[in-house]
């Protein structure tokens, strides 16, 4: 079977652009919040003056993606890439001399900005060069390359405060947006572009008219839109954990810290092994069973979850963690069948419009996700009604997507 072979050449580039391209939004946010405190001392600033460096970083992220969707669309993509990486670093390396929070500001919302692009191009350039029977593979292991990017830049960054100062956070962050740099100047793989004649008489007008009519076509396209907003509810359902349940378990349930942390390290890899698992067994199997299939299961593991409440103490703790786990695991098969079939549904000629309206629904959806949880007090009940929630968003989803595009009969031709 053709996902059975060797990777080519451009495949393998293609996962490295993507997972290191998707990976730099998680270097910029989770390498950065082990050193909130040594920035708070620092700059002498309240609490919710630091928070608002990641809140910055955030709105860069998500109010950019549809610009650079567009953009890239119609200018190289390996142009655009070497720019941002470009201002990153430049923008990292900045951040070490900053002596002034209200600065410290505009370059968090400039990271978030070249994230964007970043992310952007990432799933741009695999679904142009990548066919769609190996967007099966491609994408689920690239989806497990991030996610352990996103387990491993905590750790690295609480390891750098650790021994080290806050500036070499960014420090890092410059190092790693070089090797960006340089990894996209020396092999990444040629895209499809307009020639330079075409894009010099491009207008501002024609370029905003143009992008408006590809967004419009590609959100009425439900399929594509609900499919991707599907396969983004586990990338959710973790963030939400991290901002609810450690009040449930520190304050409430007496666990330390580092206990939580764990926690939080071991679900990750449950995500990671659900991916390993539709590697393994899942990605030939029908796309629409095996998302009914795991929303079911995603339902019944949050119903299951509710008999936590009825303990306390450790067995609260350890009941919970089981049942998230396994609330996580579906929930993580759910997303790999989704992203993928989002994907496919998408027009090539449009790769950069999807991926910004993929990546506009991921930041849309975690910021909506964090607003929620910042108005209501922690609790066990309120976290499983999301869990509930979110399931039954993937069910429905999944139902409509079914009799969108299977109980849809043809007309008969006429006689």
Not at 353 to 381: D, K, M
């Amino acid at each position: 079977m053709e996902n059975n072979k060797p990777f080519s050449l451009l495949e393998k580039k293609s996962i490295y652009f993507l997972v290191i391209t998707v990976s730099m939004y998680f270097f910029a946010l989770d390498l950065y919040a082990p050193s909130l405190p040594q920035i708070k001392s620092l700059f002498q600033a309240p609490f919710y003056q630091v928070q608002l460096t990641i809140t910055l970083f955030a709105i860069g992220f998500w109010s950019c993606q549809l610009f650079f969707g567009a953009l890239i669309s119609h200018y190289d993509k390996r142009k655009v890439l070497l720019a941002t990486s470009a201002v990153f670093s430049l923008t990292s390396l900045a951040i070490v001399s900053t002596n002034a929070i209200e600065t410290l500001y505009v370059y968090r919302f400039i990271q978030g900005a070249c994230c964007a692009s970043m992310y952007v191009i990432g799933f741009a350039t695999a679904r142009e060069l990548v066919s769609e029977d190996r967007l099966k593979t491609i994408m689920p292991l690239s989806s497990l390359g991030f996610t352990l990017m996103s387990a491993l830049s905590p750790i690295v960054g609480g390891l750098i405060i650790q021994f080290g100062q806050w500036h070499q956070v960014f420090s890092s962050m410059a190092f790693i947006g070089f090797i960006l740099f340089v990894s996209t100047y020396f092999l990444f793989p040629q895209t499809a572009k307009q020639t330079d004649k075409a894009v010099t008489k491009m207008r501002f007008a024609y370029f905003v008219k143009t992008s408006y009519t590809n967004y419009k076509a590609m959100l009425t396209n439900l399929v594509f839109t609900i499919s991707s907003f599907i396969s983004i509810s586990a990338v959710v359902a973790m963030v939400i954990f991290y901002q609810i349940a450690s009040f449930i378990f520190i304050e409430e349930a007496q666990l330390s810290s580092l206990n939580f942390g764990i926690i939080c390290f071991l679900l990750i890899l449950v995500s990671v092994f659900a991916r390993l698992y539709y590697l393994r067994f899942l990605r030939e199997t029908n796309v629409m069973q095996g998302l009914f299939k795991w929303s079911s299961l995603s339902i019944l593991a949050a119903l299951i979850s509710y008999l936590s409440t009825l303990t306390q103490g450790m067995a609260f703790i350890l009941l919970f963690s089981l049942s998230y786990s396994a609330f996580i695991f579906a929930l993580s098969v759910v997303h790999c069948y989704a992203l993928v079939y989002a994907f496919m549904k998408v027009d090539k000629s449009k790769t950069g419009y999807s991926a910004a309206i993929y990546g506009t629904l991921t930041s849309s959806y975690i910021v909506i996700g964090s607003a929620i949880s910042s108005e209501y007090e922690p609790s066990v009940n309120y976290l499983i009604l999301l869990m509930i929630a979110m399931a039954c968003i993937c069910l429905a989803g999944t139902a409509y997507i079914y009799f969108k595009t299977l109980m849809v009969k043809p007309r008969p031709a006429p006689n």
